[in-house]
């Protein structure tokens, strides 16, 4: 990497410091402000701003408490990530540095946090990277397994179809992570993790159950040669089950940022649904998955549970209550929940968790009544406020007493609740329900508010399913 402008000798800083006090405090610049990161495929590419620019989480969690750089005039920090050996160069300029009573902060160590040993030092060693690293993906897939195309043409349930009218092939290979050469690309893509996953952090690729699928587009140039380029990985942990059975998660899962929203993170998506069907997993869960995954998740589960068979009249059974009526007159709530039954076959034959079934239950129901008719749409809507405010409280809340309280916090105002059971004593509780009163008309808006937004999501998931049906 390069630093324009040599730092100065910090020696004499201490007494400089004194005599300027507080008046020139260096307020510094936030590192979201002033780093720019370029996801490049040739050398040419790299020094131009007008490259691929990736939109990182945030960048100043990784620069001290405050998220800022200090002690730079006009400082400005390009990185160059390469798609192609993931190796990474950064281009640091400044006008001048000063101590401005914050000391001058140390940029390397902090790109390495991200970046790693991928970060180079010398630019002619990231350009170089470029053509000596080129079959570099091409090499190391060619001894993991593939999973897709599948060859026998969508009997693990993974169709094909993507394949027809694309320009180049893609394929998914699966490796396990512990092989020195796809531990070291591991290691490679670990900054497009830090950097695109909110709260991700590496895993240990010596653990033998730690698998990763591979997503890559294969070109065939005319000279007879392929190129494979990297389009998206998952890494997967299989963990033991008691007493002989094992469960899938899947822990991060990324699509390259210049072929994101093309249907690869699906594609990678559905093949780990079919592995983890053919290897008759107990089940497949993600870990914490971000809102997009969860979306794209859904659209995909949907269509599974409209095509097995038992799903369906499950479904139109709640679905009919909600068509006649008015729920808001009535004393008593409906019985909105699949049965355990039901629940537990899915979990058997599709994998699908009993968690990510409730959450593609409710847009199943939605996708079963009129949404035009007013009436329905309103108890649909009640039956959401309930589902919520017991998902919220616990089903037995009245029993238990258990209340929710809102707290405020620093990040998401509205999302957070506490719950606590009330003490018992008559005095406590006649304070309790005082409590209970204040709190029970912002409990009221906060619930119509995350009603809302879930109302939202659903109709999204449910006019995606639409399109692709
Ligand atoms: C556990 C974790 O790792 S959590 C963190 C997840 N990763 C990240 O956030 C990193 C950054 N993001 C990414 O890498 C990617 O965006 C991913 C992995 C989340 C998704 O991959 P992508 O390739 O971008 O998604 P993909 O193109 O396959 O799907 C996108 C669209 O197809 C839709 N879709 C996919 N399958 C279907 C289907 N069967 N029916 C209907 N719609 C579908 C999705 O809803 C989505 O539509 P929209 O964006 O227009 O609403």
């Not at 640091?92 to 001058?104: E, F, L, N, V």
């Not at 893509?189 to 587009?217: Q, Y």
């Not at 008759?280 to 095509?307: F, G, K, M, W």
Request: proline share 4%; charged share 30%.
């Amino acid at each position: 990497m390069v630093l324009k402008q040599s730092q100065p000798d910090l020696s004499s800083e201490p007494k400089k410091r004194r005599k300027v006090g507080f008046a020139n405090i260096d307020a510094g610049v936030e590192a979201n402000e002033c780093i720019n990161i370029f996801l490049v495929e040739r050398a040419e590419e790299v020094g131009s701003e007008s490259s691929f620019r990736v939109d990182p989480i945030d960048l100043n969690q990784f620069f001290g408490d405050d998220g800022r750089i200090y002690g730079y005039k006009d400082l400005k920090v390009n990185v160059w990530f390469s798609g192609i050996s993931f190796r990474a160069y950064a281009d640091i300029t400044y006008q001048s540095t000063s101590d401005g009573g914050k000391g001058i902060t140390e940029l390397i160590p902090a790109l390495q946090k991200i970046f790693g040993e991928s970060l180079l030092e010398k630019k002619d060693d990231f350009l170089q990277s470029f053509s000596t690293d080129f079959h570099y993906i091409r090499n190391i897939i060619s001894n993991g397994e593939v999973l897709y195309p599948d060859t026998s043409k969508g009997s693990n349930g993974v169709s094909n179809h993507q394949m027809d009218g694309e320009a180049a092939p893609i394929e998914i290979v699966l490796m396990r992570l512990n092989s020195l050469p796809v531990g070291e690309l591991y290691s490679r893509l670990v900054p497009l993790a830090l950097l695109l996953v909110d709260g991700s952090s590496p895993i240990d690729i010596t653990d033998p159950k730690w698998e990763i699928f591979l997503e890559v587009e294969k070109k065939t140039t005319q000279q007879g040669d392929t190129n494979v380029r990297l389009l998206g990985f998952a890494v997967v942990y299989c963990f033991y089950r008691y007493p002989d059975n094992s469960r899938l998660r899947i822990s991060q899962i990324l699509v390259l940022p210049n072929c994101q929203g093309q249907g690869h993170g699906r594609r990678l998506l559905e093949v780990i649904n079919s592995v983890a069907i053919s290897e008759n997993v107990y089940d497949l869960t993600v870990e914490e998955p971000s809102d997009y995954l969860q979306h794209v998740r859904t659209c995909i589960d949907i269509p599974r549970l409209l095509a097995f068979e038992p799903v369906k009249p499950a479904v139109s059974s709640v679905a009919s209550q909600l068509k006649e009526g008015k729920l808001s007159k009535r004393t008593s709530s409906i019985k909105s929940d699949p049965s355990a039954t039901l629940v537990n076959t899915l979990r058997e034959k599709l994998k699908i968790t009993k968690k990510q079934f409730l959450q593609c239950w409710e847009v199943l129901i939605y996708l079963d009544i009129d949404q035009n008719d007013r009436n329905c749409m309103e108890n649909y809507r009640i039956l959401m406020s309930e589902r919520m405010k017991a998902d919220i409280l616990g089903k037995d809340e009245r029993k238990s007493g258990k209340q929710v309280i809102e707290i405020p916090n620093d990040y998401d105002h509205d999302m957070t609740f506490v719950m606590f059971s009330p003490p018992k004593s008559k005095d406590q509780v006649d304070e309790n329900e005082n409590q209970m009163e204040k709190n029970q008309d912002n409990q009221d808006e906060q619930l119509s508010k995350l009603v809302d937004e879930r109302m939202e999501q659903i109709k999204q998931i449910a006019e995606k399913v639409a399109l692709h049906s």
